[in-house]
Structure formats: structure tokens, C-alpha cells
């Protein structure tokens, strides 16, 4: 596929402010894109809007991705600050170790909601533009979509679910010439990463990620790996590409169950009625 150039189109992207959203967003900028700063820390917005200098290119707002009003405010503002959106990033996520055994709150529900919720609400205010813009969606999941560790069913059920949904809207979505695609790093260096690292339990399973399967993979290659997939607009990618091979055992024989299954022209009658309740 030809490269998608990425200057002067409009991104925007949960999760700005932090580690590899920061990251990425600055990789970004250097390929002379327009950035939409979203994150529901203030703080870290207004720091990190210092590295960008040209309020022409870039732009922060508050919006929380637990709350697809505040997310639909946030987007159409992006838009008619920079009159059009082409990109939108859902890369919000929070991680948690924790059994099944633990007593407590609601700390499932709570991944759930900012790491599989999070992109639907994202990706639902973000329709519309990318509609207009035959733009990309594109999902920050984890090989934790298809690997799944023990004491981790919160955060491995969300991005498994953010890879299946990510498959799902694709096949309503492409009739409007909009792409959608999946990131899937294994553990790679930021603050998230250093919660883990930092816990017992996680040590205990992954053995610090020094070695196979386990061992991180550097964040400049995982921001690499995420600009080379919008510039391409790709279904997936993932960190290191070898890992390709596990990710694409699960869904083997999907592209043709979907080829002989769901035709465009069924999916738009089915859109059809469903719009219609």
C-alpha cells in the first residue's frame, strides 16, 4: 500500500500526556502533523503543550474517555479548530494486576470501562469526522490481546476485546473509505511498565522481562512501529513483528469467514435496520 503522508493531516489522540502517548505525539509532529491533544490531566496537557510552540499545529483539550459526551466536546472542537479530523488515536489504558480471588472494589469494571469502553466511546465521537475525511481509526491494544497471563483478566479481556472490536466496526466502516487498525507492543519502557515491574506479582510472572517471551522491546521501537501503521494505515502490527505469527493464529481463517460471510451489501442493509429501531 502507498504511504499515508502525514503532513498537515489532523490526529487526535487520547492518552497524549502519557509516556508512549507523549512519545508518539512527538513522532508525529516531527512527520508535520497537526496534533489534538486529549488526556483528562490538565497538568499534563498544559506541560507537555510546551514542547509544540506552533498553536497553528497543536492544541490540547480535557476530555475523559469514560464520558463520550466529553469526548464528542473534545472532538467536534478539534474539528472546527483545525477544520477537519483525518486520524484518531484511542490509546487512553490503564493496567492492573489482580486475581480473581481479590476482595474490594470495582477496579475490574474500571479497566474494562478506560481500555475497551474508552475506544468505542473515542471511536463513536469520532465517527462522523473521519467519515467526512475517509480517515483512519486506530487502536493501541497489546499482545496481551492474544496471550493471556494469569492475574491479569481485566486488562488481557480489554485489549482482546479492543482487537475484536477494532475487526467488527472495520467491516461497517470501510464502505465510507475509513480504515481502521490495531497496535499490539509486548511490554515495552514507560511509567505503566515500571507499576508492573515495580509489583512482586509481576515480577513473579514475567521474570522482569528479561527473557523470551516476555522481554521488553524498546519504546522508540514501539512508536516507530505505530507511525509506520498510520503512514500505512494497517488492519495490525505488532512489537516485534515476529510476534505477528502468534497474532495471527487466533484469526486464521477470519478474512475468509468475513469474505464469504459479510458482503458489503449486507452489511449496509443490516446498518439500515438497525438504524431504524
Known sequence: MSKYPLTDKVIAITGASGGFGDALCKALYQRGAKLALFDIDHTALAAQLEYYPDTLRAKTWHANVCDVDSLRSAM?????????????????????????????????????????????????AALPHVKASRGYLFAVSSM????????????????????????????????????VGTLHPTFFKTPLLDNISDNAAGSALWGS?????????????????????????????TVPRVNRLIANAPGLLRKFIESIGFKDENVRKAMAFANKK
Open 76 to 124: 467536534n472542537s478539534a474539528a472546527e479548530y483545525f477544520g477537519h479530523i483525518d486520524v484518531v488515536i484511542a490509546n487512553a489504558g490503564v493496567d492492573l494486576i489482580e486475581p480473581l480471588s481479590a476482595e474490594g472494589g470495582d477496579n475490574f469494571e474500571r479497566v474494562i470501562d478506560i481500555n475497551l469502553n474508552g475506544v468505542w466511546r473515542t471511536f463513536r
Open 144 to 179: 496481551a490481546a492474544f496471550v493471556h497471563s494469569p492475574l491479569q483478566a481485566s486488562y488481557t479481556a480489554s485489549k482482546a476485546g479492543v482487537w475484536a472490536l477494532c475487526n467488527s466496526v472495520r467491516l461497517e466502516v470501510r464502505q465510507h473509505g475509513v480504515d
Open 209 to 237: 522481562h528479561q527473557k523470551f517471551p516476555f522481554k521488553t522491546v524498546g519504546l522508540d521501537d514501539v512508536v516507530a512501529a505505530a507511525v509506520n501503521a498510520i503512514e500505512s494505515r494497517a488492519e495490525i502490527v
